[in-house]
T-cell receptor, first 112, second 114 residues
Framework: EAGVAQSPRYKIIEKRQSVAFWCNPISGHATLYWYQQILGQGPKLLIQFQNNGVVDDSQLPKDRFSAERLKGVDSTLKIQPAKLEDSAVYLC??????????FGQGTRLTVV | AQSVTQLDSQVPVFEEAPVELRCNYSSSVSVYLFWYVQYPNQGLQLLLKYLSGSTLVKGINGFEAEFNKSQTSFHLRKPSVHISDTAEYFCAVTSTDSWGKLQFGAGTQVVVTP
């Protein structure tokens, strides 16, 4: 079966610009996650969706980050405006409602 | 809330030697435990998981881990490593009532040399 697809793989932007990442989960997976992985650290959960509803966004910096999951399938994570400290790999993962999470390859964001 | 501590940030090891990566967790509720591997510029791949039952868990690529509830540990082992095992390894925990909301450790970089 196809895995979790993410795009773009790499993105370089200047601070204060905006950026968006896209994720297509594994077909049939109701749960979708966005993780932020800063260099030298483990991934940190930003937001969890169940179908198209938000389950947990307690770690999402809502003043600049937003995410949506239209029709319970694809998801977009946006940062506006970006800061230097947002440089990280953004990982999308999906799972059945209760089950193992499968990760995409991630989007590496560099803010300069 | 849960937390995970990986005790070694980097582990150098010679090819065909054994390796052990240490992981300790803290939680006030029952947990599931995982080990993931991340190759350069790749996403996370599940090596193995402990959900219940036998405390010795076998995973892919010859890795195994042992869950020790009294010591709150979940150490990962491989008896003989290959060059291709060079990667970053992450221990993760989730509570049994919140599948998928993984709390990761900081990772252990394994460097295998000939």
């Amino acid at each position: 079966e196809a895995g979790v697809a993410q795009s773009p793989r790499y993105k370089i932007i200047e601070k204060r610009q905006s950026v968006a990442f896209w994720c297509n989960p594994i077909s049939g997976h109701a749960t979708l996650y966005w993780y932020q992985q800063i260099l030298g650290q483990g991934p940190k959960l930003l937001i969890q969706f169940q179908n198209n509803g938000v389950v947990d966004d307690s770690q999402l910096p809502k003043d600049r980050f937003s995410a949506e999951r239209l029709k319970g399938v694809d998801s977009t994570l946006k940062i506006q405006p970006a800061k230097l400290e947002d440089s990280a790999v953004y990982l999308c993962a999906s799972s059945y409602s209760r089950g193992q999470a499968f990760f995409g390859q991630g989007t590496r964001l560099t803010v300069v | 809330a849960q937390s995970v501590t990986q005790l070694d940030s980097q582990v150098p090891v010679f090819e065909e030697a054994p390796v052990e990566l240490r992981c300790n967790y803290s939680s006030s509720v029952s947990v599931y435990l995982f080990w993931y591997v991340q190759y350069p510029n790749q996403g996370l791949q599940l090596l193995l998981k402990y959900l219940s039952g036998s405390t010795l868990v076998k995973g892919i690529n010859g890795f195994e881990a042992e869950f020790n509830k009294s010591q709150t540990s979940f150490h990962l082992r491989k008896p003989s490593v290959h060059i291709s095992d060079t990667a970053e390894y992450f221990c993760a925990v989730t509570s049994t009532d919140s599948w998928g909301k993984l709390q990761f450790g900081a990772g252990t970089q394994v460097v295998v040399t000939p």
